[in-house]
Every structure is written in C-alpha cells, then in structure tokens.
C-alpha cells in the first residue's frame, strides 16, 4: 500500500505514575528516531506543567508538546467522575470491562484527531519503545486519501489498537469520531459486550465498513486471535510493543516473534 506525501503527527496519553514506569522510554525514544518533520502530542491528566516534567528530567523539545487532559477534553474528566466508582471499574485485571481504565486514552485519541493540523494523526500506545529510525517516507507507504484507518487487525478477536492511524482529511472522518466520542458522552458503550478501547472503536469501524462503505486497511489480516501483531508486521522492524508483563522485562519476548527478524534489537530480545 502506497499513497501521495503527507504530513503525520503522533499522540500517545500517560499520568506520571505511567511516565515514571514506561512513557520515558517511549518520549526518548520518539525524539531520537522519529523523523524530526513528525511531531508528538502528549495527553496527560496530571502531567503537563513545565515545573513537573522539568523534575522528572523530560528532554523538551520542540517536537513534543504535553496537554492537560481534562482541560482540552472536559468530557473525559465528566466520564471518568460518573463511572469511576461502579464496582465493576475496579478490578483492573477485568481488561474487557475498563472503560474508565481505557477512556484517557480514548479522548486523547478525540483530541488529536479534532485538534491537529496533520493529514494523519497516529495514535501511538505508552509503552512502545522505536529501536529503529522511522521516516515520513515509510509512513506514506502505510496510507493513502480513499482510506480512513489503518489498523492491527486479529482474527476472532478486537484489534490491537497500540497503533492506529487515522485519516484526518477523510470526508467520512468527523462522523466517525462523533459516533465513537457519543458512545462515551451519552454511556452507551455499556450496552456493548466490552468496553475497553480496541472493542468500541472495532465497533465503530464495522458499522462504517458495513453501513457507509468506509474503507479501512487492515495491516494484519493474517493476524490470530492472540498474535502479538504490533511486532510481527512491518512496525516490528522500528519498534517494539511492550503491552502487558513485557513492561517490566522491558522488551516483548523472543517467543512473541513468529516473523523472523534479522535487526539488532531483536538480536537482543
């Protein structure tokens, strides 16, 4: 898949309890091997002055730019205080049902689509670490204008949404960001079986596909239910995401590759 020169920018969302764990691997990381044409947004919810990203040792730069959440998305805040204490948004080992655990991520994803001046933004998942240099070029070959996502499709199972990049000058692009941000304002995400963010958002994308002839490309159509699909395509050859336990082994595990991979980093693994 090829397409025309474009223009990306990148968003991710941590709290400094996430930064001090993971996200510092995953800012650093961007500055040194994201092309320097690629900017970075930052959505956090308790991380965005200067005097706290200065004590945590933050590299700043112009390419990286830090939100507070909830001012920029004062529905985030208005979800996250409704549901917050419901019983089952408790036991953060429930994965399916975190829809307050997941909902940051989410309205930094609404953010960025509704506030970025690229072509395409790119959501980038906390944890993921580029070992690799990434140019505008390869990224041009993930997207092209008819389009809208470009997505880590599995098989018998939602998406791996660690990455995901949305067409922002697709004509079919602000309804499909108002059908998903509603899904959160008016609480009808719980009437789906899951509530996490790669279950709604397939949601969305299939009733677009079936319902209004919405194109979207799915990376890894081959992808099994618990493929770890993020390492296994083509990203696997710039980076490396650690969902899960791998955070605290810092890296995925060999076993996880099922794509053989001749680069450096991976010789490490």
């Known amino acids: ?60 730069t112009h390419r990286v730019n830090w939100y507070d959440l909830f001012k920029v998305e004062p529905e985030c805040q208005a979800f996250v205080e ?4 419901r019983a089952d948004q408790q036991n953060k080992l429930e994965l399916h049902l975190g829809a307050v655990r997941f909902a940051y991520k989410t309205f930094s994803v609404f953010a960025a689509n509704k506030y ?24 041009n070959t993930l997207v092209c204008p008819e389009v809208y996502t470009t997505y880590l499709g599995r098989e018998n199972n939602y998406s791996e949404c660690g990455f995901v990049i949305y067409n922002t000058k697709h004509p079919k692009h602000e309804a499909f960001q108002e059908m998903w941000r509603s899904l959160y304002t008016t609480d009808h995400l719980f009437q789906l079986p899951q509530w996490h963010d790669s279950f709604v958002f397939d949601c969305v994308r299939r009733h677009f596909e079936k319902n209004e002839d919405l194109q979207n490309y799915n990376m890894t159509p081959e ?6 699909v993020f390492i296994n395509s ?8 650690m969902k899960g ?19 450096e980093y991976w010789k490490t693994v």
Do not use: C
């Open 1 to 60: 898949m090829s397409g025309q020169y474009s223009t990306f920018e990148v968003v991710t969302s941590m709290n400094q309890s996430y930064y001090e764990k993971v996200g510092h691997r995953m800012v650093n990381s961007f500055i040194d091997n994201w092309d320097e044409n690629v900017n970075l947004r930052v959505y956090s919810e308790d991380m965005f002055s200067h005097v706290t990203l200065t004590r945590l040792g933050h590299n700043f």
């Open 82 to 85: 409704r549901h917050k204490d």
């Open 116 to 139: 970025s001046d690229a072509d395409y933004v790119i959501w980038l998942d906390a944890d993921v670490f580029t070992h690799s240099p990434i140019s505008v070029d390869f990224l």
């Open 223 to 228: 992808g099994k239910a618990y493929d770890h």
């Open 234 to 241: 083509v990203l696997g050859d710039y980076m490396d995401h």
């Open 245 to 263: 336990p791998r955070k605290d082994r810092g890296s995925s595990n060999a076993k996880d590759l099922y794509t053989e991979r001749d680069g």
